[in-house]
Every structure is written in C-alpha cells, then in structure tokens.
C-alpha cells in the first residue's frame, strides 16, 4: 500500500494549485482536502485553526505515517495537525504564527473579517485591486488563479477562516521544527523566524520554482 500524502491548499485555494507538484508524486497516494466540503460543519462562534484541524483529521482520517504538504494556510493546519497526530510535514509558503500573514489592509482586526463575510475577495474590484500590483510579474497567473479559485467558496466559508487568520493564538511547539519552504520575495507572508528551504517564485514556488520546491522535499519525499 502506498504511503499517502495529504494536500492542503491555502486561503481561498483549491488543491488544483498542487498541480505542478502532482506528477512528482506517484509513488504516493495522493489525498485533496477542499475546505468547502468541512467549513459547513465549523461553528462560527468558537471557529478555530485547531477546530478546523480536528475536523481534517477526522473526515480524512489522517494517521500518523501520513505526509502532509500545505501551502500558506494549508501549512498552518498542517502544523496544527502534527501537534496532535505528529506527522511529518511540508509548509510552503506556509507559517505557524498569524502574525506573519500580511493583511490587505490596515486595522486587520476588523478589515479582514469584514471582507471574507462581504465576499468582497471574490469580486472583480479585490481581483483588480491585487493583481494590479504584481502586473507583468510571473507571479500575476498563479495569483488570478488563486482568487478565481475563491468562487467556491461561500462568504462563510470565506469569514471563517478569516477569524482563523484573525485572532488564532500562536502555537508554541515542542516538536523539532518541521520542513519550511520559503521564498524571501513571498509578499503575502513575512519569512519564517524559523529554518526554513530558500527557493524562488514568491507565494508560490510550487507552481513558479517546481525544481527548487522538489529538490528542498526531496529528503521529506522518501519513502518511510
């Protein structure tokens, strides 16, 4: 039996941004984890990043041995499911810590879950908003795609994992630290206080450095 990987997208994401990564893994069974299908069964009023981890853990049933790749968010969840079930992880792009999330605008404590609850991320103006800043950029396809990706996603859904982002407490681990992936021109989150892999691309090298992301996984990608 194949040793599985689990694949956790980021903010917004579904796991078609693993796409470029994908083919690399056959020796792997491969397990997607779309948010819209468990945020229906996440309370809004005690909405959590363990809540949502608990809820991953249990619809995938995700065991120990398995590995676990998440990008930005995704890498959120995945630190916070390796506090409980201790697996081997990847974060890409990713943070344990909410602070490193750059919001896209001031006063984030209002503006971010206001925007989620709004819709307002899935709208042509947010789409023109962002992608006018990184215009000519490699970067501007794999971004348009990113926020396109949100039309699945309800304002709910959306709001929900803003209060993650939002308010979540940092997570002070004991575990050895685990297999960052991380490019210094990233703009959406601050570098890592922790070591991390340098590899090009901004948010996401998986898409724009397939070779430099594979070549800092390899060891994480051996067969246990």
Known sequence: ???????????????????HLVPHLKNFEIVKVEYPDILGDVSVIYCNGIEIAELIINRYHIEPEDLIIGHSTGGYFS???????????????????????????????LTTPLLGITGFYKTPLARKHILDKVKGKPIATPMRTAMLQMKDYSNLDLFKLTLVLTYDEKVISVLDPPLRIHAKDDKLVKLPDEPYIEVKGGHFPMILDVEGTLNAMSDFLRNK
């Open 1 to 19: 039996m194949k040793q599985r990987i689990i694949l956790l997208p980021g903010f917004g994401e579904n796991c078609s941004i693993f796409d």
């Open 79 to 109: 630190f916070l499911i390796r506090e409980m079930m201790h697996n081997e992880i990847c974060m890409i792009a990713g943070f344990s810590d909410i602070t490193k999330v750059v919001p896209p605008l001031p006063y984030s404590w």
